[in-house]
């Protein structure tokens, strides 16, 4: 069985300064990570994905993630936040069965 | 364009009635999942289907009904044995649920019911 935590169902932060979100995760087999955004009253979109080989991962918006077997960890950062970034964050882990596990998401608000 | 639709996007129903909620995608993908979110509990499975005419049990499928009759089609019946059926429905699809492909997910409906 898998399972994703997501320290802070909050983040505050300040447009321009870093962005981080926490994900820890455990599988029984080698995982799949992904991280999703969704906007209020939408659906989910992908931002990047760990399969395998290199563990920095970049996606979509200026995001990037680094997966850390040592820690079980795959923490979504972002140099510079921006207000188009206020939205929920959520961690996924695609363990045995192929199934996706959520964590339950992080509420990113941008501050002015 | 290709994707996911959900339709309608906003569902109200009295308590006891069964609702139909549906999903139709384009991608042209085998598998399909339906996701219940509720608020700081992320999204929870509810059924899955990885090919037409065959579906499972997710993690919460107690009070949930679906068919997979058609590739593009995967519809989710929510039934008055659901005891807490007001929340976010989000149908999502995949190529064929193997590998490392990732879920696309469509606007998703959200069921009030009183």
């Known amino acids: 069985a898998q399972s994703v935590t997501q320290l802070g169902s909050h983040v505050s932060v300040s447009e321009g300064a870093l962005v981080l979100l926490r994900c820890n995760y455990s599988s029984s087999v080698p995982p799949y990570l992904f991280w999703y955004v969704q906007y209020p009253n939408q659906g989910l979109q992908l931002l990047l994905k760990y399969t395998t080989g290199a563990t920095l991962v970049k996606g979509i918006n200026g995001f990037e993630a680094e997966f850390k077997k040592s820690e079980t960890s795959f923490h979504l950062t972002k140099p510079s936040a921006h207000m188009s970034d206020a939205a929920e964050y959520f961690c996924a882990v695609r363990g045995a069965g192929n199934m996706l596990t959520f964590g339950g998401g992080t509420r990113l608000m941008v501050k002015p | 364009d290709g994707g996911i639709t959900q339709s309608p996007k906003y569902l109200f129903r009295k308590e006891g009635q069964n609702v139909t909620l549906s999903c139709e995608q384009n991608?042209?993908?085998?598998?399909m999942y339906w996701y219940r979110q509720d608020p700081g509990q992320g999204l929870r499975l509810i059924y899955y289907?990885?090919?037409?005419?065959?579906?499972q049990k997710g993690d919460i499928a107690e009070g949930y009904s679906v068919s997979r009759e058609k590739k593009e089609s995967f519809p989710l019946t929510v039934t008055s044995a659901q005891k807490n059926p007001t929340a976010f429905y989000l149908c999502a699809s995949s190529i064929s649920g193997q590998g490392v492909e990732e879920q696309y997910f469509g606007p998703g409906t959200r069921l009030t019911v009183t």
């Open positions: 289907s990885q090919i037409v005419n065959d579906f």
């Open positions: 991608l042209n993908h085998d598998a």
